[in-house]
Each structure stands twice: as C-alpha cells, then as structure tokens.
C-alpha cells in the first residue's frame, strides 16, 4: 500500500465549476500537508500548506486536514482553464525529517471554457 | 531573482553510458533537494544535500547513483552505467535553511531535467 494515495484522474469540469481534489495517507506522523501545482513540462509550484488539522484559506483555493480519517482535500472554487494542470499533494513526516516530502501520484484536472 | 536552475532541460543518454543532472540553488538557499518522477507516478524523494554534506540519501538506489553539493557550483546528480529504467523526470528542489515554517515556504523546484535512455 503506497504512503499517499491520490486519484489520478483526468477530472473534468467546466470553467465556474467548485473542483475538490483529495488524498487520503496512512503514516500518522505526518504533520505539514502540502499543496503543489504542476503543469506539463514545468516543476511543481506550491499552492499552500496546512500543519496538523484544520482549514486554510488563500483566494480561490481552500486546504482541509482531517487528520483522524487521514483524509486531506483540496478545493477550488470558480475554476478557471488556467487552472488545468496537475494537482500533487505532498506531507512531511517530522520523525523521518520535514524536509523529505512524500507526494500523491497527483489529479490531473481540466477546466474547459 | 533566477530560481532553481536545472541543466540540461533534456537529456538522452545510451544504455551503459553516464548521466550528470546539473541543479543550482536559489540564491540564499543553502539545502537541496532531488526527487525522481516516473511516469504516471508521483515524485519520489532521492537525497538532500547541505554544502559538502549527505544529510539524506534513504531514497537514492544503491547502485549507479551518486549526488554531491561541493563548497563552490551546482549540485550534481551523477547515475553511472544508465538503463531504461532510469527514464523519468529528474527534479531539485532547494530550501532556505531558517526554521521550519522557512523551509516549507521557501521549498522550490526547478523544471526538471528530462532523462531518456535508448
């Protein structure tokens, strides 16, 4: 069983569309979860990142952390097609170092005009 | 400021022969960091490297692979006598070395370094 498990889609939705993206993980040290964006050809850019439970807000997107069902989500509301690219979630366990992160396989998403 | 810089963008290489990824840091940044993408999979830690120091190397092959960061350049990712296996998306990442919060908010990658092997 992988560490992190995250849907690979393609998820397909048109632009306005509240787009939900989802990883769940078993290793319950994890403590920071991250966020990243990737398009085709480029690295992944950070989005945000939460530490331990709760939520965490910045413009459009939306973290949520709900570490008892080890389940972390992702929401984007008003999508737009610059939004289309891949989606990797990535967590860091504090007993083997928080600078080692481990990654989702990623969602790929596409906005559609 | 130029962020991570990674070279070549594209690489191809023949079975047996070596590789040599080239990563430099932002400026500031005194941590790096290599991950491997492998097709339809996520990125996979490799090694993190301070100045002149292995701190992680836990997910770097036993063989064929070695990473260095020496005092003055790039850090380099070196893999010796390449297979096909080795064909995937090789990314650096690099950190500032303040704190916690300071690492994860500072965590940048570069474009990758694109690895086929025929």
């Known amino acids: 069983q992988k560490e992190v498990e995250q849907d690979p889609g393609p998820l397909s939705v048109p632009e306005g569309a509240i787009v939900s993206l989802n990883c769940t993980y078993s290793?319950?040290?994890?403590?920071?979860f991250m966020w990243y964006r990737q398009y085709s050809r480029k690295g992944p850019e950070l989005l945000m990142y939460?530490?331990?439970?709760g939520n965490k807000e910045d413009g459009r997107f939306t973290a949520q952390v709900d570490k008892s069902s080890k389940y972390i989500s992702l929401f984007i509301r008003d999508s737009q097609p610059s939004d289309s690219a891949t989606y990797l979630c990535a967590m860091t366990d504090m007993n083997t170092g928080f600078q080692k992160l481990v990654f989702g396989t990623g969602t790929r998403l596409l906005v559609s005009p | 400021n130029a962020g991570v810089m990674q070279n070549p963008r594209h690489l191809v290489r023949r079975r047996g022969q070596e590789a040599r990824l080239r990563c430099s840091p932002m400026k500031g940044h005194s941590h790096v960091y290599w991950y491997r993408q492998l097709p339809e999979e996520g990125l996979k830690f490799m090694v993190y490297?301070?100045?002149?120091?292995?701190?992680?190397e836990s997910g770097m092959p036993k063989e064929r692979f070695s990473a260095e960061f020496p005092k003055e350049g790039p850090s380099i990712l070196r893999i010796q006598q390449v297979v096909r296996g080795d064909s995937a998306a090789y990314f650096c990442a690099s950190s500032p070395p303040e704190g916690r919060q300071g690492v994860l908010d500072g965590y940048t990658f570069g474009s990758g370094t694109r690895l086929t092997v025929v």
């Open positions: 490297l301070q100045k002149e120091n292995i701190i992680d």
């Open positions: 290793n319950s040290a994890f403590q920071y």
């Open positions: 939460t530490y331990s439970s």
